[in-house]
T-cell receptor, first 113, second 115 residues
Framework: KNQVEQSPQSLIILEGKNCTLQ??????????LRWYKQDTGRGPVSLTI?????NTKSNGRYTATLDADTKQSSLHITASQLSDSASYIC????????????FGDGTTLTVKP | DAMVIQNPRYQVTQFGKPVTLSCSQT?????MYWYQQKSSQAPKLLFH???????NEADTPDNFQSRRPNTSFCFLDIRSPGLGDAAMYLC??????????????FGPGTRLTVL
């Protein structure tokens, strides 16, 4: 069964600090992995999309890494800001005709002043 | 400019009273999705359209139906809402299916309350 597990479930950090969120998956055959940011009460917003051949991708202060061999990804947030407080969701899609996506349960990040 | 628009943002309905949620897009994308998201949970795919081709998830209740009259619009109909259907409903679009690494663009969601 395709699964995506994210850790930690929640995280509290001080403004200005860095943090790293983890995503492990069992989706196969692998097509791509996406990280989304979802503010409370809003729809998810795409941060990065990575395919098999990519092992790192940045979007401003967000840097995602992918290790397709160990089926792990991380999202690193640098110099956190209060506006980074949100849920971060990892989504992995299979390389099939239907291209099914499996969502992780997300990591809730709280940035405190 | 909003690219995926959902109306209304908040919907209150009574137990058993049919309700329709609306989604429109300005991206001219082929694929439109409907997700249900309950508090502190990941979005759960209900169904998607690739153009006019409708794809229902196996575990989507019969109570949920969808219509896509044209490229821009997609509707979610809940025929007899139950208390367990209270959730955020998210519409998303993409140029192609998820297996092709196409970015999904989500709307702001409709928060459904069932009394």
């Amino acid at each position: 069964k395709n699964q995506v597990e994210q850790s930690p479930q929640s995280l509290i950090i001080l403004e200005g600090k860095n943090c790293t969120l983890q995503c492990n998956y069992t989706v196969s055959p692998f097509s791509n992995l996406r990280w989304y940011k979802q503010d409370t009460g809003r729809g998810p917003v795409s941060l990065t999309i990575m395919t098999f051949s990519e092992n790192t991708k940045s979007n401003g202060r967000y840097t995602a890494t992918l290790d397709a061999d160990t089926k792990q990804s991380s999202l690193h947030i640098t110099a956190s800001q209060l506006s980074d407080s949100a849920s971060y969701i990892c989504v992995v899609s299979a390389n099939t005709n239907a291209g099914k996506s499996t969502f992780g349960d997300g990591t809730t990040l709280t940035v405190k002043p | 400019d909003a690219m995926v628009i959902q109306n209304p943002r908040y919907q209150v309905t009574q137990f058993g009273k049919p309700v329709t949620l609306s989604c429109s897009q300005t991206l001219n994308h082929n694929v439109m999705y409907w997700y249900q998201q309950k508090s502190s949970q990941a979005p759960k795919l209900l169904f998607h359209y690739y153009d006019k081709d409708f794809n229902n998830e196996a575990d989507t209740p019969d109570n949920f139906q969808s219509r896509r009259p044209n490229t821009s619009f997609c509707f979610l109909d809940i025929r007899s809402p139950g208390l367990g259907d209270a959730a955020m409903y998210l519409c998303a679009t993409s140029r192609g299916l998820a297996g092709g690494a196409y970015e999904q663009f989500f709307g702001p969601g409709t928060r459904l309350t069932v009394l």
